[in-house]
């Protein structure tokens, strides 16, 4: 059975006319499937009963399996997808004031192996399918009750942050395939201003997203200078700072509109947090259009690395303010669920160990 979760509306079409039916059709299964958020064949109304069969003899519209659903006190939810080969994922959910941000893995595990990052330690086992990374979504949805997508802008999921497992530009057509579902008209239609992506730096691919998608871009900087990203990011070898932040002036330069980059920059003790280093990064992002986030560094079991001060936190964004860029001191949601990126399938996974 075929899923089509995740098939282009060009490889749908290509599939229904294989069946010799009309191109229209297309477009009828893919409100069905991306706007109303139906998976039963037989409750698609629009379609003649046998073409309703038809399709259930040899498709499936799937959704990946719940492990666990965790919901945290400040509203953040999450989810632990498990795929077809028994693969799993982990999906969050992070409610602001007037909507919310789905966070979407790309990948099981990752090969990048930053040194603060949880799901750097797991082994990298495989690329999400354009379907597994959409898939997320639509679950998400469902949990959510909010099919048939809604024409305002009241909806809780309204954004995208692909943020979750894995580093989506060493996936980088299938990530390309599951945006550009996301952002389909006639579907979940969500806007290219309401869709994050981030990465830890690959250069190469960074303008690309420009042209390919135009979402939004987010760096995972972490540090002023090569000495200490050589330190804490490995991919920094291969695309040092100079080489990364080229790829980001490209990046704005091939919008047509004026578009802020993300730089994320993770506060870790004694490592990248002086002034002297926000000094440093005020020089490295002049002349490119940016916001700063600082993300206060979430402790995990045999990592090394300790959390900075709240003052010295606070210390560092002045700096970074007094030279007028703005720069958040983001909160860390869903402590009690093991939000942070990676922990919860470790921690689901020693669970089975032991029992
Ligand atoms: N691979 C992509 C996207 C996933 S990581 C990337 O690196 O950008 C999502 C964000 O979480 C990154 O900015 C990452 O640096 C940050 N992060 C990873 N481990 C963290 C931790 N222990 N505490 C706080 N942020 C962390
Ligand atoms: Fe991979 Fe991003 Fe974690 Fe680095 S921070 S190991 S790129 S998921």
């Given at each position: 059975m075929q899923d089509l979760v995740g098939l282009s509306r060009e490889q749908l079409t290509n599939i229904l006319t294989e069946m010799g039916e009309k191109p229209f059709r297309t477009k009828q299964l893919w409100q069905w499937i991306?706007?109303?958020?139906?998976?039963?064949?037989?409750?698609?109304?629009?379609?003649?009963k046998a073409m309703q069969e038809k399709m259930a003899e040899n498709f499936i519209v799937s959704r990946p399996e719940v492990i666990v659903e965790k919901n945290s006190t400040d509203g953040t939810r999450k989810w632990l997808f498990r795929f077809a080969d028994g693969q799993q994922v982990e999906t969050v959910y992070i409610p602001e004031e007037d909507r919310g941000a789905v966070c979407l893995s790309t990948q099981v595990g990752c090969l990048m192996g930053c040194k603060f990052c949880h799901t750097g330690t797991q082994k990298m086992l495989r690329n999400l399918t354009a379907g597994e990374i959409v898939g997320q979504f639509m679950a998400a949805r469902d949990s959510y009750g909010e099919w048939p997508t809604p024409a305002n802008e009241t909806r809780f999921l309204s954004n995208v942050v692909v943020m979750g497992m894995g580093e989506p530009l060493m996936n980088y057509d299938n990530m390309v395939q599951a945006m550009r579902i996301l952002m389909d008209g006639e579907g979940?239609?969500?806007?290219?201003?309401r869709i994050t992506v981030s990465t830890c730096g690959i250069a190469d691919k960074i303008p690309d997203l420009a042209t390919d998608l135009g979402v939004k871009l987010a760096i995972?900087?972490?540090?002023?200078?090569n000495t200490i990203r050589n330190q804490i990011m490995p991919i920094n070898k291969k695309y040092p700072l100079e080489v990364l932040i080229k790829a980001c002036h490209e990046y704005q330069a091939r919008l047509p509109h004026r578009q802020y980059i993300t730089m994320e920059y993770v506060l870790l003790k004694d490592i990248n947090d002086s002034i002297q280093n926000a000094k440093e990064l005020i020089e490295l992002v002049k002349g490119l259009e940016v916001k700063f986030n600082l993300i206060p560094f979430n402790p995990w079991n045999g990592c090394a690395f300790e959390p900075s001060s709240n003052n010295q936190i606070h210390r560092f964004a002045k700096v970074l303010e007094d030279a007028y860029l703005a720069a958040p001191i983001r909160l860390s949601r869903g402590q009690d669920i093991m939000a942070a990126c990676g922990q919860l399938k470790s921690a689901m996974q020693k669970k089975d160990a032991l029992s």
């Open positions: 991306y706007n109303k958020g139906e998976h039963d064949f037989s409750k698609m109304s629009s379609l003649s979940i239609a969500l806007s290219k201003r995972s900087l972490h540090a002023p200078n």
